[in-house]
């Protein structure tokens, strides 16, 4: 992990391209510091309109930053030029809801009535946290995020629906208010918690025990705040069991042009 | 006009049960003051994708507050128990792109493939911005808000593209900026400003000729500000010349049962 830890300043399109040539292969946490980065989720045609309804009453767990029409492997708006197929580090391949392979590219799988969601990824509030000076402890520890199932439905949406996946950051119980201002300014990346305080509210037993990602030491005074989790649509829509769904390899995002800062309102 | 300026203190449900049995037929402005009101485009199942890409493209002047699926006719989260084919004072059909009659209620053209959308209406950051000490001069002088086709193109998605067209408010000088902050509470409800000032530099040549709405006085010291406009999505949308698409007629909104400090941020 040295070689990790120290990463070259590379723009976010000489990181893309060096995914595309198979070099530098990499979780993407650290890259490109100011920039989005994404999740990806690929779906056939004909299930594009139940997930985007989906994503359009579940905001918070499934905050879209763009949406590719069937046609197209080009991110427009968040990274003109690139290619969805081969610009992110690794790939998964899921068929019928099962994790089939995983691959450094998509040429292969793509076929025209492909739609591709980029959804909002947690990266850009925890680094506005850090900068209010509220600390991340999965970050300082050098782990994965804690994630949750809760027993807070979504809303469903055609063939998707599933219960609320969430991440877990310890906070001071002094800047626990701070940490509700700071990231509800970025809607586009799951916004403000959801939750504050005593997990057993929302349905999870063992804050020692994450559904996903690594546990966390939780000070005295430190309060548990939950956010949506971006895990949520992908867990979702495997769920549905699609014929075919294509993502992005856990913590091998994709990394857009846009800065954190243009996702920040007021 | 005398009997609509003073309106009884229903509920929005004893407003919606008032149109369903053809009581009360008029403009819903000022009606259940605190409730959100919403613009209504219903479209069949095979232009839905299409148009929900369009809303999530263009969030600023198709601000999506709910999508209900073919096969239903309940706005489950705005106003549970309410159904959209009745419970709206006045509707409009069109056919292939062209107003072919105003209806009483839907009842008769409705079919188990039409998906309906619920779009955010200003009257809500109106009522803001009204507390908020802004005069706000279309009210003040009782007629429609001017609304101007612009040179903004808006994103277009599918079948689906067209301008940017944007409603006008005077501001004085010194209240523009407050305008800007209230106003952006309710991204649900087309949020901040598009654009402040001369009006050339959005294509619009005269202020005195709205292309829909009325013209209003534009005082000495005040400034034209412009807020994407719920128009934008229905003139999108009869651009494409759908088969059928159906709405309410100009100012004849739904009412919901949900309250506009629901929609604030921060």
Same mark, same amino acid.
């Given at each position: ?36 980065? %994404? ?8 299930? %594009? ?13 499934? =905050? ?24 992110? =580090? ?25 739609? &591709? ?49 969430? &991440? ?66 992908? %867990? ?31």
């Amino acid at each position: 992990m040295t070689d990790e830890s120290c990463s070259p300043a590379l723009t976010p399109a000489e990181w893309r391209a060096r995914f595309r040539r198979g070099a530098n292969i990499r979780p993407t946490a650290g890259l490109a510091p100011g920039f989005v980065q %994404a999740n990806l989720v690929v779906l056939p045609r004909a299930l %594009a309109f139940d997930f985007l309804l989906f994503a359009q009453r579940n905001p918070k767990s499934c =905050p879209l930053l763009e949406v590719i029409e069937d046609g197209s492997i080009e991110p427009k708006a968040m990274a003109p030029g690139a290619d969805l197929r081969t610009d992110l =580090p690794r790939y998964r391949v899921y068929r019928d809801g099962v994790l089939a392979e995983e691959r450094a590219d998509l040429v292969a799988l793509w076929t025209a009535d492909l739609v &591709s969601f980029l959804i909002g990824c947690s990266f850009t509030f925890e680094s506005a946290l850090i900068e209010a000076g509220i600390p991340v402890r999965h970050i300082e520890q050098c782990t994965n995020v804690p994630m949750y199932i809760t027993t807070l439905p979504t809303v469903p949406a055609g063939v998707f629906h599933g219960p609320t996946v969430v &991440s877990m950051r310890p906070v001071p119980a002094d800047k626990v208010i701070r940490a509700v201002q700071v990231t509800s300014r970025f809607p586009a990346v799951h916004g403000a918690p959801i939750h504050i305080g005593d997990p057993a509210t929302i349905g999870i037993r063992d804050l020692a025990r994450p559904d996903l990602g690594d546990p966390v030491d939780i000070g005295a005074g430190e309060v548990p705040v939950f956010w949506a989790c971006g895990v949520t649509p992908q %867990a979702v829509a495997m769920a549905s069991k699609p014929i075919l769904m294509l993502t992005h390899a856990p913590g091998h995002m994709f990394i857009t042009d846009r800065r954190d800062a243009e996702f920040a309102v007021l």
